[in-house]
């Protein structure tokens, strides 16, 4: 079985940019999270999709937006771009089959580094 | 609020030695679960053992095993006969209820051959 795929593993971008990042889950895998890893915050939750639909958002502003698609794929965007934004943005997938998500294992892909220059 | 304290930020030990890495977390919620992951330098974290709440049966895993105190609300982390591919960054993580989880801010162990 494939594991999480994020795409693309680099990106380069500069301040005001907007970027979008990609993640494919496990096959039957419903719940996809995001997270973002910096040295300073450490590992800080984003949000998580069921079913296309947003079922949590953390504390981050607006810039920071998500999709999920019916296949279980999903994006997120951030927009307009800042320096702060560079970080290694993590996806991760669920076998959740009823209940929370939260409480089963998450498999992770290898992550998406960001640099925003 | 939630939180989780993993105090030790770097820890080097010499190949074979035995290692804990300690985990503190704080919670009113009276269900919840603690996790452990390993993140590699490739990047992905790697989920190692998840426990519950009104389980505090230690457990063994090969060279792991994890010790669960919920009087001191504590879930340490001991490889034993450290080897160099457990050279990583170990997560500790709490999910209180139906929330996301929370974080600690890792431990850094390097094992020198």
């Known amino acids: 079985k494939a594991g999480v795929t994020q795409t693309p593993r680099y990106l380069i971008k500069t301040r005001g940019q907007q970027v979008t990042l990609s993640c494919s889950p496990i096959s039957g895998h419903r719940s996809v999270s995001w997270y973002q890893q910096t040295p300073g915050q450490g590992l800080q939750f984003l949000f998580e999709y069921f079913s296309e639909t947003q079922r949590n958002k953390g504390n981050f502003p607006g810039r920071f937006s998500g999709r999920q698609f019916s296949n279980s794929r999903s994006e997120m965007n951030v927009s307009t771009l800042e320096l702060g934004d560079s970080a290694l943005y993590l996806c991760?997938?669920?076998?959740?089959?009823?209940?929370?998500?939260?409480?089963?294992?998450?498999?992770f892909g290898n992550g998406t580094r960001l640099t925003v220059t | 609020a939630q939180k989780v304290t993993q105090a030790q930020t770097e820890i080097s030990v010499v190949e074979k030695e035995d290692v804990t890495l300690d985990c503190v977390y704080e919670?009113?919620?009276?269900?919840?679960?603690l996790f452990w992951y390993k993140q590699p330098p490739s990047g992905e974290l790697v989920f190692l053992i998840r426990r519950n709440s009104f389980d505090e049966q230690n457990e063994i895993s090969g060279r792991y095993s994890w010790n669960f105190q919920k009087s001191t609300s504590s879930f340490n982390f001991t490889i034993t006969a450290s080897q160099v591919v457990d050279s990583a960054v170990y997560f500790c993580?709490?999910?209180?209820?139906?929330?996301?989880?929370?974080f600690g801010k890792g431990t850094r162990l390097s094992v020198i051959a």
């Open positions: 919670t009113r919620d009276t269900t919840y679960y």
């Open positions: 991760a997938s669920s076998p959740q089959t009823g209940g929370s998500s939260y409480n089963s294992p998450l498999h």
């Open positions: 993580a709490l999910s209180p209820g139906n929330t996301p989880l929370v």
